[in-house]
């Protein structure tokens, strides 16, 4: 008995030790999957790659000194949050939370992207209020729920303080530490995270095998009945599956009346200041108008970045505020016309898919992953198969399939707009 009072204490110490190192250890570390992406992987736009002509793999001393800042939990007010933190290689530089958490554990509105392939998009957010990924990194430190720093000049004085960046600057750019050279060093590390190389991309170079027939059907539903390719195109410039365009497809339309918050953003939001649409988009209600914050237009209420479609399978949940939870959710949403307010994209109908056209499109998705995530991916995608088979709540049959509104007195989601479910349809090509 008297050796036990001694072990509880012991136990308890050890375990608030252990507590205290976990909280430490969450800043991700820069393991296999940080470092630069081989540049002779499968479907590497090569071209395109080099007409942007922007630092990258040619300039190896930025990419090294922008990954020791990306880990670098220092940059952050309180010492706590890093890139990675949001961005985590390990998690296909995500945080596989809906929307994200910074500093002292505060719930930012939307959800992180990857930045896997970032470098491909013509701007940078969900509404693309940073124009190059070298603006880009320098908002979220100093947004007060992210990384919560006050100016740029505290980053550069803690910066300074710690031995090895001041010569790491020096040796990168030629100068001291600076807040656009930081910018600039994290921007040429992130253009080194190309991540294509998937069976689809062997597939386009001429091995057929690469895709089984359910994943070719699959990319002609894409194509075709689908109409995904309309808005996630794919092409020699486009090669992460974006127009790279803003659209409403309905996402935030269930939980906000757009003309108000429009009127309230008006009065509020400085459009011209990127750091006031920062804070608006992180932290207020005002983020569901999305691009309108940027623009002002009408148009842009309630439009987000088309996002790319490569590694699906590490990025989970979906869509700018990570309302959906599976990959059939995000196409049950399309197959029934999204979700209608007036300012919904004239792209979004209703699709009429079935549910084994739906899967042929999941699993087809699935072979955009790259090989470096592709054990991750089949994991989560096998998860996510289970949780369709039971948990649908955006599956709504009759809308899809136009039934709604006949068997209403056309008084369905699209009204009379609905066509004739029993015609046969010209835009199924690719359909069976
Ligand atoms: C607290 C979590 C958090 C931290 C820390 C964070 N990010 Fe993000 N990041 C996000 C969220 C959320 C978005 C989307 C915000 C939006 O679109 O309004 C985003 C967007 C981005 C994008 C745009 C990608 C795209 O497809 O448009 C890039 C690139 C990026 N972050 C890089 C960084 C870098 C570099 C850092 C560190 C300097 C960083 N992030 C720190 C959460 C975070
Ligand atoms: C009218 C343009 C448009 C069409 C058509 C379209 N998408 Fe999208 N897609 C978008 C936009 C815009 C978003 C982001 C919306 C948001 O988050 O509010 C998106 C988001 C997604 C996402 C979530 C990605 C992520 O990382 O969060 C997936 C998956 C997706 N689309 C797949 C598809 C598929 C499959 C189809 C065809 C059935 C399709 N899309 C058709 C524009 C479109």
């Given amino acids: 008995m008297k050796t036990r009072r001694w072990l509880y204490p012991a136990a308890l110490i050890g375990a608030a030790a252990a507590l205290a190192a976990s ?3 969450e800043l991700p570390k820069p393991g296999a999957l940080a470092k630069p992406a081989p540049e002779t992987q499968a479907g590497f736009p090569r071209a395109l790659y080099r007409a942007t002509g922007a630092d990258g793999y040619d300039a190896p001393d930025k990419v090294a000194l922008g990954e020791k800042l990306f880990f670098d939990g220092r940059l952050s007010a309180d010492g706590t949050v890093s890139c990675a933190t949001c961005h985590d290689p390990d998690k296909g530089f995500t945080d596989h939370r809906a929307t994200s958490q910074g500093i002292k554990s505060q719930k930012g509105q939307r959800n992180a992207p990857t930045v896997l392939n970032a470098l491909y998009n013509d701007s940078q957010f969900w509404d693309g209020r ?3 990924l070298e603006d880009q990194a320098k908002l979220p430190i100093l947004n007060p729920i992210e990384m919560g720093q006050k100016t740029p000049a505290d980053v550069v004085a803690a910066l300074e303080k710690i031995p090895e960046y001041p010569p ?12 656009d050279d930081l910018g600039r060093a994290i921007a040429a590390y992130e253009r080194t995270q190309t991540a294509t190389s998937s069976r689809f991309d062997r597939f386009l170079a001429g091995d057929e095998g690469q895709l089984n027939p359910q994943e070719k059907r699959g990319w002609a539903l894409f194509n075709g009945k689908g109409r995904c390719m309309s808005c996630h195109a794919f092409n020699p410039t486009q090669p992460t599956f974006s127009d790279n365009k803003f659209h409403n497809i309905g996402v935030s339309a269930h939980k906000q009346n757009f003309p108000d918050l429009a ?3 008006l009065k509020l939001v400085d459009s011209g200041n990127a750091e006031a649409v920062d804070r608006a988009a992180i932290e207020t209600d005002l983020s569901e108008l999305g691009r ?3 623009t002002t237009q009408p148009k842009d209420i309630g439009t987000f970045k088309t996002p790319g479609l490569r590694n699906l399978f590490v990025t989970q949940p979906y869509f700018h505020d990570g309302s959906q939870a599976t990959v059939w959710d995000v196409i049950d949403h399309y197959n029934k016309g999204g979700v209608q307010n007036p300012f919904l994209d004239g792209g979004i109908t209703r699709l009429g898919l079935t549910e084994p056209e739906i899967d042929d499109l999941v699993v087809f998705l699935a072979a955009l992953s790259s090989d470096r995530y592709e054990a991750a991916s089949k994991k989560e995608l096998a998860r996510q198969r289970t949780v369709s088979r039971t948990t649908r709540p955006q599956r709504d049959t009759a809308a899809a399939l136009g039934k709604t509104a006949l068997s209403a007195g056309l008084k369905g989601p699209f009204g009379d707009v609905a066509p004739n479910a029993d015609l046969k349809d010209p835009s199924r090509i690719g359909g069976r």
């Fill in 263 to 265: 009127k309230k953003a």
């Fill in 130 to 132: 940073a124009a190059h």
């Fill in 23 to 25: 909280a430490r250890a």
């Fill in 292 to 294: 309108f914050l940027v």
């Fill in 168 to 179: 790491a600057f020096q040796k990168a750019f030629g100068h001291p530490v600076n807040y």
